[in-house]
């Protein structure tokens, strides 16, 4: 039985990919830079991005919000006056607890690509299932919140290595937490040696300036892969 | 697709069922009550566990650990003397992102149920679908620590409609969040109005005791339904 769910697990990525690819393509036409952004739930997503959005300097940023269910994260992003576009997988899409390729291809007649220099995908919060399906992005960033605890990388090791950035954030309560920074980093670098981390909280502004240089930086023109 | 995927989807949660039952018969024939903990990453699940399950009096209880790798929880709650019995959804079961009834299944032989009046089956971190899959548990508990925000009701209804308790951990940090207590509450009762729901922080030991006690009270002999 469980050979059979492996081989179908294989089929069913084997497609995303195929339709991750013509989104690619559609995005490298379109010269839009775009950054898969996942965590769990409450890590802070959408408040790290409220943070950076409206002040991307010559940067023309837009959202595609995944939700279960709800338009709330998209709702607080439409504010910052960005194109926001909501994808429910709990609407036609079986409830899924990711986003898939397919998903962003249907949605896509909505995204503004032309006027775009750069489109987060914000993605559903769990940190299993959306580490498993690219959807077409040229970056993956994942958020870990320090309230987790130190040994989510070895729990979730697909999702730390799929990942070319980690935010650490809400670090504005380490002083209010048992948490060791260093054990939490020494982990991170079990699971995927040297990768890039920023140390950043929503709340108090730490870090987020060099966040907002990162995006900027992979939004450039000269950044998009050819 | 979709109607495709969907009517897969439907298959697999009635194969579920049917093994869900089976365990049920099982807990049942050794009269343990089973108790399916969820949350979402780092909510605190073991935390919580941890502070319980060495003082629950005369309530002889195991522990069936779900993660998708490692055992570093199994091997946390081992240190409280409980048996405790490790699932890893990455190790044969393709990394699934919940447990399911066939999983439980095939760990019962190494459960010692004869032995046990309440077994807490930890699930994996994700507030999406473990909430679909019923393992045959007689209760579902989940945990949703403040940190993660307000919003957390409306974004994953269906989790917070399958239990019939919420345990709100980490209270202690409610001081140093801007987290607004009466705003979840408020939004928890709009998607399961009434559900029981305990304040709890297992740092400070603030709440563990009416935990306990639910606890010792659903694994009462003459709680568990015949």
Redesign the interface.
């Known amino acids: 039985?469980?050979r059979v769910?492996?081989r179908i697990?294989e089929d069913v990525l084997d497609a995303n990919d195929t339709i991750a690819r013509a989104n690619r393509d559609d995005f490298d036409a379109n010269a839009v830079t775009v950054v898969n952004l996942m965590s769990?739930?409450?890590a802070g997503k959408t408040s790290l991005l409220e943070r950076v959005l409206g002040g991307l300097d010559g940067v023309r940023a837009g959202v595609l919000e995944g939700?279960?269910?709800?338009s709330?994260d998209a709702e607080r992003l439409a504010t910052l006056h960005v194109p926001v576009t909501q994808i429910e997988t709990g609407n036609?899409?079986?409830?899924?607890?990711h986003l898939d390729a397919?998903m962003v291809r249907l949605s896509l007649p909505q995204v503004p690509l032309e006027k775009l220099d750069l489109l987060v995908i914000e993605n559903?919060?769990?940190?299993?299932?959306p580490a498993?399906f690219r959807v077409g992005e040229h970056h993956r960033v994942m958020v870990c919140?320090v309230?987790?605890?130190e040994?989510?990388p070895?729990?979730?090791?697909?999702m730390f290595r799929a990942c070319e950035l980690v935010l650490v954030n809400?670090i504005?309560?380490l002083p209010?937490?048992?948490y060791d920074l260093d054990k939490f980093l020494y982990n991170l670098d079990a699971v995927h040696p040297g990768v890039e981390r920023l140390l950043v909280s929503a709340?108090t502004s730490e870090g987020v300036e060099a966040w907002r240089d990162w995006l900027t930086r992979v939004a450039a023109p000269e950044a998009v892969p050819a």
């Open positions: 039985m469980h769910r492996v697990v769990a739930p409450g939700d279960v269910q709800g709330l036609g899409f079986g409830g899924e607890c397919n559903v919060g769990n940190l299993v299932c498993e919140s309230a987790e605890g040994d989510k070895l729990k979730y090791p697909l809400k504005d309560l209010h937490l048992d709340k």
